[in-house]
């Protein structure tokens, strides 16, 4: 088995709604450090698990500089970024977002 990792900086807004009626969460900005994991048992006809530059794009095409409110249809939580970008990312088993370096979501395939 063929294991690669890549990591994308992106930087986006989010507003994350809760079942608070009482908390409202204003519309902010964060740098997002997100870790990509793909693995295969065979190599493509390049030799590769998958372009590390097919996982940048699809990251960086989708989210970058982005309102995540806009342009995802779910609310964006750490956790449901994570998801969303393992269903993007062919080979993807694992992705890790870090909203900052103390909150940070991992999402796992298996
Ligand atoms: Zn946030």
Request: hydrophobic share 35%.
């Amino acid at each position: 088995m063929y294991y690669i990792s890549k990591t994308i900086e992106i930087s986006a807004a989010h507003c994350v709604k809760t079942a608070d009626e009482h908390f409202s969460e204003p519309l902010h900005g964060h740098n997002w450090k997100v870790t990509v994991f793909c693995r295969s048992a065979q190599l493509n006809e390049d030799g590769m698990v998958v372009d590390f530059r097919i996982i940048k794009d699809k990251v960086k095409n989708a989210l970058d500089h982005k309102n995540l409110n806009e342009v995802l249809p779910f609310n964006p939580t750490t956790e449901n970024l994570a998801r969303w970008i393992a269903g993007q990312v062919p080979h993807c088993y694992k992705v890790r977002v870090e909203e900052t370096s103390n909150n940070v979501a991992e999402y796992c395939i298996d």
